[in-house]
């Protein structure tokens, strides 16, 4: 069966980093278009980011451009999002998904 488990949340100050990573299975990943998602206390899920199956087109949320990077190894079957200079707004459960597929979240809290 298809399993998305997401890895590499924590606590972090503000302006600091943190990668987080999905390892996937059960799925021709390298066939698959893979988004990272993010969903802060009262607020709606959103879309953070997403990557094509060759890494040629990238998406990001307006929030995040120019600070968070999503790449992803297809031999690994893994995504990455590469989070820099994080800000207390950044707080969330961020969920990694493809298709109806999603995983069980990491979270991630930015806070001095």
């Known amino acids: 069966q298809v399993q998305l488990v997401e890895s590499g949340g924590g606590l972090v100050q503000p302006g600091g980093s943190l990668r987080l990573a999905c390892l996937a299975s059960g799925f021709r990943f390298s066939g698959n278009r893979m988004r990272w998602h993010r969903q802060a206390p009262g607020k709606e899920r959103e879309l953070v980011a997403y990557?094509?199956?060759?890494?040629?087109?990238?998406y990001y949320a307006d929030s995040v451009k120019g600070r968070f990077t999503i790449s992803r190894d297809n031999a690994k079957s893994t995504v990455y999002l590469q989070m820099d200079n994080l800000k207390p707004e950044d707080t969330a459960v961020y969920f990694c998904?493809?298709?109806?597929?999603w995983g069980q979240g990491t979270q991630v809290t930015v806070s001095s």
């Open positions: 990557i094509d199956s060759t890494s040629t087109t990238k």
């Open positions: 998904n493809t298709d109806r597929y």
